[in-house]
Every structure is written in structure tokens, then in C-alpha cells.
Nanobody, 124 residues
Framework: QVQLVESGGGLVQAGGSLRLSCVAS????????MGWFRQAPGKEREFVAA????????YEADSVKGRFTISRDNVKNTVYLQMNSLKPEDTAVYYC?????????????????WGQGTQVTVSS
């Protein structure tokens, strides 16, 4: 069992930056591949980025590639999402997710645990 708590969301103007954090508690953090997803009103939850258990490899959705960076600190049990050059279409609730002993994944169903989400609003 692992508990995930996101923070760092807020209101920002287009072109600005935010850094989201997700702190994990419970079983060994380094045993989990970590992902970020987002859900805008009226839309399906979509994959944003993921990082392997060691942090050696990452994968980002095409919509955020070059603007968002995922990273992790296995000592602090924390995964981050650095978001730069934000656009109004990035407005959503952002969720972190953990997959136990799994490879890097983009499918929602492949993750075992989810946080409660943090709201990101980008104004034009």
C-alpha cells in the first residue's frame, strides 16, 4: 500500500511555470514507476509523463514534450512535474500515480495507486 499526496497546483498566466510535487508514503518508493496524468472538465483522464523506478528514463506525451519535465528523488520519496511555457489548454486537475514493479506505462489501468489531485489553472 502507498499513499500519494500532490501539491504545487495553482493559478498561473499563460507562459508561466509551476512545479508539482507528489510525496509517497508506505512501501518502498523506488519499487514504483511513477506517472502524472491530468483531467480537464468533461474530458477523459490523460497521460502526461512517466518515469522509471530508478529515474533513468522518462516518457512524456507529445502535447507536453519540450515543456514539461518529470523527475524523482528516491531519498525524499517524491516525484516532480516541472511545467514551463504553460498554455490555457493545460488547465486540469493533475494526478500522480504509482505502479508497483512495472515498466514505464501510459495506460491509466496499469497504475495501482492514485493521489487526490491538484488543480492547475492557466489563464490567457
Amino acid at each position: 500500500q502507498v499513499q500519494l499526496v500532490e501539491s504545487g497546483g495553482g493559478l498561473v498566466q499563460a507562459g508561466g511555470s509551476l512545479r508539482l510535487s507528489c510525496v509517497a508514503s508506505g512501501r518502498s518508493f523506488s519499487a514504483y514507476v511513477m506517472g502524472w496524468f491530468r483531467q480537464a472538465p468533461g474530458k477523459e483522464r490523460e497521460f502526461v509523463a512517466a518515469i522509471t523506478r530508478s529515474g533513468g528514463s522518462t516518457y512524456e506525451a507529445d502535447s507536453v514534450k519540450g515543456r514539461f519535465t518529470i523527475s524523482r528523488d528516491n531519498v525524499k520519496n517524491t516525484v516532480y512535474l516541472q511545467m514551463n511555457s504553460l498554455k490555457p489548454e493545460d488547465t486540469a486537475v493533475y494526478y500522480c500515480a504509482a505502479g508497483y514493479l512495472k515498466p514505464i506505462m501510459t495506460a491509466r489501468g496499469a497504475y495501482d495507486y492514485w493521489g487526490q489531485g491538484t488543480q492547475v489553472t492557466v489563464s490567457s
